[in-house]
């Protein structure tokens, strides 16, 4: 009498995806608590691919002396259940397998767990789709709740994301540190980017975000006029080695000669004005582009505004320029082309994914707030979910040495109010990119938040803003970041700029009127030692410490691909009053205009 087999995948010498052969595997029954699963579909994870490598065996966390099974999580039915299973034959389930070290996996035809390991499937949800959920599960009580879309038991947050429709639904058990994601269906529709934020719900106010009106519009759904126009297509689900592009296409032919049109057809809910974010790529070495590319925008067939998109070191490196737009409440046409006003053309090339409008709004986006509890915690500080009218989910305590670092945006270099919100007996100082600001933060006393605010010039970009105690407790509730308007007269006086062809200049340094994206001439061959140098003469009406800020270009660079781009920063010696010099690097800007 034969004996009843089935089959499974499984690895012997592990060499990649070639290396997994099938196997006739005998049918065993379960034991107590143990369930025969007949399975209907089982997920791929990287971790397979992982273990077919060798990767794992070469980590020495696999030792099988015959073979190694794939396959962790899976659904089908339930084929036979052994002793204290309250489970019927027929049954619908998904589950986990875990562990590296073992010769079954979920890649076969059947399948002997633990019951715990199971959970039953909704009606409503797919075995193949139910397949995709418990590795990320990792319990049965998880999976049958997150399969439903609701709580988990015990200490988990539970999100469902409906790709398809972009609707989320949140529910949350709202004492949980676990939150887990269902993806749903498995393979995306699209290639895009999700980014998932979770944090303890805390006892304080929400965190006030920016929920003004924003809304994007693809180019490749947009219409195409004139000619030289071409349709790309980047990134898929089936092309995981392309570059991720909103709506997986862009758009070529804003470029020298051609006369595209791109037309957005638009609609906003009111009347006012609107940033415009136009998401593009330009390569530098390409034979058209000598710089940033230059187009034209208009509104309704308007007069056009000159727009100027930044250049990277490859096609589908997205970067965005942005203006503002007047709008009327209601629908628009947005269009973007190669001329402009009185002979104005496009030089340049540069391709187009979309385009974000959205309603501008300075009440809301004038002011970033930063909750201490996000931010990063050294030196042993701890996070305060206490109820003390904090804003945010907590606050964080700090004792002496420890600290809380803020890293800050700043759309543009200038000067910017940091109001830290803290309270406590002990005191804080802070600094802003390794500079120290003047006094302390000093909460005077346990009851109370206050609020104390120095101005300081940020760089363009991010900035570190660190916040160490200094001895006693503070409690650090938030930074709140608000930009001061360069032409406020409040900064004016503290703000001076001396072009680079007033200063002196040396050796092989002279003046280039040539560079179209500069505010005057600009001052080139600077470098190759100190005789070729750029000498400024300036005036500092108080004693202390300035901020310098250099507007540049360099355009160095050895031949970049997306794995490593390999530019060159351009070193150079600084010296003030002939004092001894320091060291700065500046950054490669793939191109020197």
Known sequence: MSTATFKAAVVRTPGGPDSIEIIDVPVAEPGPDEVRVRIAAAAVNPVDLAVAGGVLHGM?????????????????????????????????????????????????????????????????????????????????????????????????????????????????????????????PAVPPTMDAYEVILAPGGTGSATPTDATWLHSYLAAQATMTGTGWNINTEGTPSNLGGYATAGEQDVGGLRTGSSTVITFSVNVPQTGNYNLSIFDGSDSAASDVFGPTNIFVRVDGGSPQEVWLPVGYNWVIWNHADTTVHLTAGSHQISLSTTGADGAATNGDAIINKIDLQLDDQAVQNSAIYEAEQADLGGGATTDYRAQGQSGAGAVDLNRGQSVTFWVYSANDGYADLAFRDKGAGAASASVNTLPLEGWLNGGGTRNWSTQTDRVYLSAGIDKVVVTGVGGEVTLDKLTVTPVDASSPAVQPYLTTYQAEDGAMTGTAHVDNSYSQANGGVVTGVGNGPANSLTFTVHAPAAGTYGMTVRFANNQQLVANHYNPDLMTAPADISVNGAPTFHVNFANTFDSD
């Open 60 to 184: 020495g966390l696999i030792n099988q002396p015959d073979h190694t099974g794939l396959g962790w999580d899976f659904a089908g039915t339930v084929a036979a259940a052994g002793p204290g299973v309250d489970l019927a034959i027929g049954a619908r389930v998904a589950g986990l397998v875990d562990g590296f070290d073992r010769d079954f996996g979920t890649y076969a035809e059947q399948l002997i767990v633990p019951a715990a390991n199971l959970a039953v499937v909704p009606g409503g949800l797919d075995l193949a789709a139910a397949s995709t959920v418990p590795l990320n599960a990792l319990t049965a009580a998880q999976i049958d709740a997150l399969a439903a879309g609701q709580p988990g038991d015990g200490d988990v947050a539970s999100y469902k994301f409906d790709e398809t429709g972009g609707a989320t639904v949140i529910d949350s058990s709202g004492n949980g540190y676990n939150g887990t994601i269902i993806s749903d």
